[in-house]
């Protein structure tokens, strides 16, 4: 299985961007998603994660209200809205597919991750 992320970029704080990751097969159609995120210096940390039918949702408390992940499985890609970015939010973002068909905020629970896109909030 691979993961692609795109839509990362450069941008204000304030601003929106919206993170998209696409799985390569349907292997994650029954499976948990999930970003996490990691900053300079620091250890990855869980951002968001949305169970296989996409009625469940989980989000870390730094950014909730501010985030909204999403999932098509149809074509079996997550999204990740950021809204109202602060200049913490800037790391490398990666997406992950869970092991079951929910997953929470540890890395354990992933089997699948993608290489991520750097998100930077400019002050």
């Known amino acids: 299985v691979q993961l692609q992320a795109s839509g990362g970029g450069l941008v204000q704080a304030g601003g929106s961007l919206r993170l998209s990751c696409a799985a390569t097969r349907r292997t994650g159609s029954n499976n948990a998603m999930g970003w996490f995120r990691q900053a300079p210096g620091k250890e990855r940390e869980f951002v968001a994660t949305?169970?296989?039918?996409?009625?469940?949702?989980y989000y870390a408390d730094s950014v909730k209200g501010r985030f909204t992940i999403s999932r098509d499985s149809a074509k079996n890609t997550v999204y990740l809205q950021m809204n109202s970015l602060k200049p913490e939010d800037t790391a490398v973002y990666y997406c992950?597919?869970?092991?079951?068909?929910?997953?929470?905020?540890?890395?354990?629970?992933?089997?699948?991750w993608g290489k991520g896109t750097q998100v930077t909030v400019s002050s």
């Open positions: 949305i169970n296989w039918r996409g009625d469940s949702v």
């Open positions: 992950a597919v869970g092991r079951g068909s929910h997953s929470g905020g540890s890395p354990t629970q992933y089997a699948y």
